[in-house]
């Protein structure tokens, strides 16, 4: 399916933030501590600049704090030390455990929106994943997700801790001298816009970096798929250049976003250098004038480092938000992507009580093509009747692969519906209609595990039944030469497997769930002579009174079927017996003598 790769508009920072809050709601009690805690941690920060000044200022026979007022030196630098170690001591217990606990939410977040997002993906339609690379997905699912985790384990709580301690600050530099804070604040001001301006610019850069990384990351998941290919073609030197030329955007897009977070750390740098001059310029001439204490200048040097340490903090983990924006965005793309409508919440059951034939099958004028006004199967009508052993032939590219994905509900019909034993599918739950219809494809695809897991499928049998499935579809045979029989460990799609031994898992896969209807896709091929026989001998039990649906490119092995239709770009062109349509002399008669002109060749 050709899909238009456009960008949505983007949303403002606001609209993105309100997306994750369903998932801070589910951790409120643990937020709201960590919020709380960063009050006093704000304060302590405050007031240390104020100790240091009274030090100064007693020192220099000052006005100081009424309490230090005719006590001796040394039990007054003693007091205002153990003032200082307690704040010291309140910041490190609070921010230890500040600092756990929002990398504890951040966790528990970013495992919840990975949880969610691969549910998602797996929901998606098949036409989705035609056309998105892998790599694309595997970096939305944990890159991104990883990056939106720093957003609540560095981010939020971190840019909300230091607009905490900057307003704090704001207000007891207020409070102690107005003029100096007054300036301050004027530097502050544009600041803080050329930031905003500095961070705007990083996002976009940093949502071309992400778009890169993920196309290096597709194909590095498609050189190693296809390594045997690779090496076989002698493509090594060819794919390690096109990888090179890729990697080489990614690190051009990763030095844009280098040139904007280094903007903001050297605009805060000199302009924590350019407050702390004013206050010493400003502050030296109230001094002079008499109008200002050492011990304030003092503590307002230490007041301009504070100020713009938050500030400077901020920058850096406006850095880690706008990244973790840029995440939450390309999350928001998948996760809106469409689903297919599983009906899970429907009554219908796939029963004798709601069919008097079994595994009955109809089309009615069904119309698909990935583009609306490109269609790939046009009109197709027919009935399939309970028990009846049906093939589908005709030439590459005539649609039998789409017909049997639109009966397994893969893809929607553009036009016309369905029916299986008289309901519309679209009205059948998924689950019972993937029970009802049982697919073997000529590739069977395996998972990491043992072999019980591969026949199963995370579903629930006993092992009586297991082995049960096995011996009706004569797999059990080479099961028992395993080493560990059943509890065989497979490798990453079943590796340490044979071609034929793979596919006859996939025989046991659908014979333990006893499905109605019977769809085998070319699903011999890959079986030499002698087990192709052992497996038809048993694929005859098997379909015995089910609806079979065989789609064969060997039409020497669909001579004995009950009907045969075939297909010719996208239309269905004939439809009959072996012995009728040779009789016809059209499609299906010229596909049969061009085999047995290649048999005898």
């Not at 046991?508 to 030499?528: K, Q």
Request: charge should be neutral; charged fraction near 20%.
């Amino acid at each position: 399916m050709i899909r238009k790769n456009l960008r949505p508009k983007r949303e403002n920072d606001w609209k993105l933030f309100l997306r994750l809050v369903p998932y801070l709601r589910r951790h409120k009690s643990s937020l709201v501590v960590s919020v709380v805690l960063l009050i006093p941690l704000a304060f302590a920060s405050a007031v240390q600049p104020l100790i240091v000044g009274q030090a100064v200022s007693f020192l220099l026979h000052e006005p100081t704090w009424s309490f230090l007022q005719g006590k001796p030196v040394v039990a007054a630098i003693n007091t205002l030390s153990l003032l200082l170690l307690l704040t010291i001591v309140i910041r490190l217990c609070f921010v230890a455990y500040q600092g756990t606990l929002v990398q504890k939410i951040g966790q528990q977040i970013t495992t919840e929106v990975r949880e969610d997002l691969f549910s998602h993906v797996t929901h998606l339609p098949l036409s989705f994943f035609e056309a998105t690379p892998v790599g694309k997905l595997v970096t939305r699912i944990t890159s991104d997700v990883e990056a939106l985790g720093e957003v609540f384990s560095s981010g939020a709580i971190g840019v909300l801790s230091d607009l905490i301690s900057m307003l704090v600050l704001l207000v007891v530099i207020f409070l102690t001298q107005w003029q100096l804070s007054l300036m301050l604040l004027l530097i502050l001001v544009p600041v803080t816009f050329l930031i905003i301006y500095f961070q705007q610019e990083y996002r976009k850069a940093n949502y071309q970096v992400r778009e890169e990384l993920s196309k290096l990351n597709s194909m590095l998941q498609e050189n190693v798929s296809g390594i045997n290919i690779v090496q076989m073609f002698e493509r090594e030197r060819y794919n390690s250049e096109l990888f090179a030329a890729t990697n080489q955007k990614y690190r051009l897009a990763v030095d844009r976003t280098i040139l904007h977070d280094s903007s903001v750390s050297a605009t805060l740098e000199w302009v924590a250098y350019i407050a702390i001059a004013g206050v010493l310029w400003l502050g030296g001439l109230y001094v002079m004038h008499r109008q200002l204490d050492f011990g304030i200048l003092s503590a307002f040097i230490l007041f301009a480092q504070r100020l713009f340490t938050p500030l400077r903090q901020f920058g850096e983990k406006f850095t880690t938000f706008q990244s973790g924006f840029t995440a939450v965005e390309r999350i928001t793309e998948l996760m809106q992507e469409p689903t297919i409508n599983t009906n899970e919440d429907s009554n219908l059951v796939l029963d004798n009580s709601y069919s008097e034939h079994l595994g009955e099958i109809r089309f009615e004028n069904v119309c698909f093509g990935y583009k609306p006004d490109q269609y790939i199967l046009k009109d197709l009508n027919f009935t399939l009747k309970p028990g009846q052993k049906v093939a589908i032939v005709g030439p590459t590219g005539a649609g039998k692969t789409s017909l049997i994905r639109l009966l397994c509900r893969l893809y929607e019909p553009n036009e016309g519906r369905i029916l299986v034993d008289g309901i519309d599918i679209k009205n059948i739950p998924k689950t019972q209609l993937r029970n009802y219809i049982g697919v073997i494809l000529q590739e069977s695809f395996l998972f990491a595990g043992n072999i019980n897991r591969n026949i199963t499928l995370g579903e629930t049998y006993s092992q009586e039944q297991i082995q049960e499935a096995a011996k009706v579809t004569a797999v059990d045979s080479f099961i028992s030469e395993l080493p560990q029989g059943y509890q065989t460990q497979l490798r990453e799609r079943g590796t340490n497997l044979s071609g034929g031994q793979k596919q006859l898992l996939a025989f046991a896969r659908v014979a333990i769930r006893n499905p109605s209807i019977l769809i085998l896709d070319e699903a011999t091929a890959s079986l030499d002579v002698a087990t192709e026989v052992t497996v038809q001998n048993a694929l005859d039990k098997l379909l015995r009174g089910k609806t079979a649906i065989i789609i064969a490119h060997r039409l020497s092995t669909i001579r004995n079927v009950d009907k045969i239709l075939v297909l010719k770009r996208g239309e269905l062109v004939e439809m009959g017996t072996h012995e009728e349509l040779l009789k016809r002399d059209g499609v299906y008669a010229g596909l049969y003598h061009l085999q047995l002109l290649g048999t005898a060749v």
